[in-house]
């Protein structure tokens, strides 16, 4: 028996990212989070699990003032959740954050988030988050279409090709 064997030069597999996240200019809205004491961990800096909140507490905000999104006709269910942790926020810290649409689907789109604090003048980044958001209706318990008016909404509040 004759083996041979033939070595090929193989690309180094990568794990897949996400888009890169912009700076915060790219970001057409931005609001302010109260930080609550109850936020904080035994180390005196925001619980790593509160980001999420803050995250949930930022899309509230971003879908009654830029979307209007209809909660009676459709809802919306989180798919995935991720965060990037940058710098801590401590109680005091002044919280901002920027919330956008980056991606739109058939039935799910991403919201991409940037949690900042104001240090001396200056903007500190202190996580970008991103969540896949589903269209869901609850009666029949499955994944919907986005629906038109939302649809559009978000286009053109964010000025995304169609």
Request: proline share 2%; net charge positive; glycine share 6%.
């Amino acid at each position: 028996m004759f083996f041979k064997t033939f070595w090929r030069k193989k690309e180094i597999a990568t794990d897949k990212k996400s888009v890169n996240l912009g700076h915060s200019d790219s970001f057409k809205y931005k609001t302010t989070i109260e930080m609550r004491f109850a936020d904080l961990d035994m180390m005196g800096h925001v619980n790593n699990a509160v980001y999420f909140t803050y995250m949930e507490i930022g899309r509230t905000k971003y879908w009654n003032h830029a979307i209007k999104w209809d909660w009676q006709t459709t809802g919306v269910i989180i798919g995935q959740a991720s965060i990037d942790y940058l710098a801590p926020l401590f109680l005091g810290d002044k919280i901002t954050m920027q919330v956008r649409t980056s991606r739109i689907g058939t039935t799910s789109f991403d919201l991409e988030y940037l949690i900042s604090k104001e240090i001396n003048g200056k903007e500190i980044i202190c996580s970008r988050g991103k969540t896949v958001c589903v269209a869901f209706d609850y009666n029949s318990k499955k994944p919907v279409a986005i629906p038109d008016k939302e649809r559009n909404k978000m286009m053109e509040f964010e000025q995304l090709a169609g």
